[in-house]
């Protein structure tokens, strides 16, 4: 009798802590979309457009979007798959997306394209965040079919990808569907109407096909994306990819973000890592007019209060003394005495975000690797900065990153040598 009481008491204090626990996994599992997202559409039929102008517009956005350049390995067939994505959860190989009907999407319905674009779910399972479908779906039907029109002319590759090779706890089943369940919040597909204002088609761009925030979004646990979150800055791949917002891209004059985006060196800024990589594959193929729409959209977003390191210490003297002498005698020749650059051939160190942002990595692995603009129509022959992974040791670049950071931006937390060895491989 006892024994029963006390199961009932139990029972009653814990049946609210149950049912909210039961009602918040309901909530979270509405949130993802409910059971759209695994119910892939199997049973339709395949039929291809062979519109013209809807095939060439599919090879816009599959530029713009850089499908090739990840669902390439190096070396590989295009669009056969295969490249490897190092992530904090394991290694991830992108899906063969050319048109063999076995290994790539070549029996895929025009249903279970636009399925998987915007669900990240196909035949194939629920797939990792690296595809970045959370942006892909927000791209509208019409933009879909356009990209499964242009993909289904990509000549077949009969070759399966590797498996990906996951680590706890990402490997387990149902990881991807769990991680479905806390981070991913689908938002709506968003067509650009003809009354559309410059910054609302830049916006539609920034957060559909071109995808910004897989690098420039600011990840979390598991990789990932809060959209408040969206543009705050991030690390991928060894780079930090800087907060885009009116504030950090003020030194941009109107119009040059534009022309940066295209590939042009402004005032020798060019892109160097990452981005140099985004310029040559997929941005310098924008239009004129679509860069524009973009840095309207990117002038109108306000910095994130985010978090900021702010533990400034004092940068010890003789550091200082030696990142001084190794700037002049390794650097000033082109980024000027007073690091304002020169005009039309090297940037200026004063305002450039990995000198003045809050993490040191791009201004260490700038002096290691040293950096080359990509070579575009816009910029044919960049001009080049040399490594100096060679001629300094991780204490001197230590030394000089610490102290340019410490005198044109607000400084952090100076870098020792385990930072530039940590910090200073290249990654894939
Ligand atoms: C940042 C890299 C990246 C970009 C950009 C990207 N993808 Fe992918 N995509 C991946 C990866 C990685 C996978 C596989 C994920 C996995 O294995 O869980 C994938 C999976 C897919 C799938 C699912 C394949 C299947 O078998 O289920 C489709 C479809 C797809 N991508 C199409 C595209 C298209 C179209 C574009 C361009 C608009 C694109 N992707 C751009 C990385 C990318
Ligand atoms: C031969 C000329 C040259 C020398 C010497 C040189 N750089 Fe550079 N630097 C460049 C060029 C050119 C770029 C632009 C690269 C690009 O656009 O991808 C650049 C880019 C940079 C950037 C990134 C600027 C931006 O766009 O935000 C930093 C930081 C930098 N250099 C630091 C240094 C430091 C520190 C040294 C000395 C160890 C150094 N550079 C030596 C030519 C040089
Ligand atoms: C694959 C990762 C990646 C993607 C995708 C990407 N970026 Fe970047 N981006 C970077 C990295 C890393 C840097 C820092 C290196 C540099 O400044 O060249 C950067 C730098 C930039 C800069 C220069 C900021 C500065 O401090 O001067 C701009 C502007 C920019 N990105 C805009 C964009 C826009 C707009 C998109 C989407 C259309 C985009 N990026 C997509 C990785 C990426």
């Known amino acids: 009798m006892n024994l029963r009481r006390r199961l009932l008491l139990a029972l009653i204090t814990l049946l609210p802590l149950l049912l909210f626990a039961a009602a918040w996994v309901v909530l979270l599992f509405l949130r993802q979309g409910g059971m759209t997202p695994f119910r892939v559409p199997l049973n339709q039929a395949r039929s291809v457009p062979s519109d013209a102008a809807l095939i060439a517009r599919g090879r816009r956005l599959a530029a713009i979007g850089n499908c090739a350049g990840c669902h390439t390995a190096y070396g590989g067939a295009a669009y056969a798959g295969g490249r490897a994505f190092i ?24 249903a279970e394209f636009r399925h998987a674009m915007r669900h990240g779910v196909s035949r194939n399972g629920v797939q990792s965040p690296v595809f970045p479908y959370a942006n892909f779906a927000r791209i509208d039907d019409e933009g879909l079919d356009a990209l499964y029109a242009f993909l289904a002319t990509v ?23 769990m991680w479905r369940l806390l981070y991913y919040r689908p938002a709506p597909a968003v067509t650009a109407t003809a009354a559309a204002t410059p910054q609302q088609r830049g916006a539609i761009l920034v957060e559909g096909i071109g995808h910004c925030a897989a690098c420039h979004g600011t990840r979390g646990t598991f990789a990932s994306l809060a959209a408040d979150a969206e543009l705050g800055g991030g690390r991928l791949a060894g780079w930090y990819a800087p907060a885009l917002n009116a504030q950090t891209l003020a030194h941009y004059a109107p119009g040059a973000l534009a022309d940066y985006l295209r590939g042009t060196a402004v005032d020798g800024r060019g892109a160097y890592g990452k981005m140099a990589d985004v310029i040559a594959q997929n941005l310098q193929h924008l ?7 973009i840095e309207a ?31 002049r005698q390794h650097c000033a020749g082109c980024h000027g005495e007073d690091g304002s650059g020169k ?86």
């Open 155 to 177: 000549p077949a590759v009969a070759t399966a990808p590797p498996a990906d090779a996951l680590d706890f706890p990402a490997n387990l089943p149902g990881a991807m569907t």
């Open 87 to 110: 992530t904090p959860y394991g290694t991830v190989y992108s899906s063969n997306i050319s048109a063999d009907p076995r290994y790539g999407i070549g029996a895929w319905s025009a």
């Open 287 to 293: 239009s004129p007019a679509d860069a524009q729409d």
């Open 297 to 327: 959209y990117l002038r109108t977003l306000k910095p994130q209060s985010a978090a900021r390191e702010s533990v400034t210490r004092e940068l010890p003297a003789e550091q200082r003394a030696l990142g001084d002498h190794l700037y």
């Open 343 to 428: 005009a039309g051939k090297y940037p200026a160190l004063t305002t450039s975000s990995a000198i003045t942002g809050p993490d040191p990595i791009n201004a260490i692995k700038l002096v290691l690797f040293g950096a080359a603009a990509p070579a575009t129509p816009q910029n044919p022959q960049p001009y080049t900065m040399p490594p100096f992974a060679h001629t300094l040791s991780p204490d001197e670049v230590a030394a000089l990153v610490s102290t340019l950071r410490a005198r044109w931006g607000d400084g952090g937390r100076p870098v020792d040598a385990n930072d530039v060895g940590a910090w200073g491989g290249i990654e894939p």
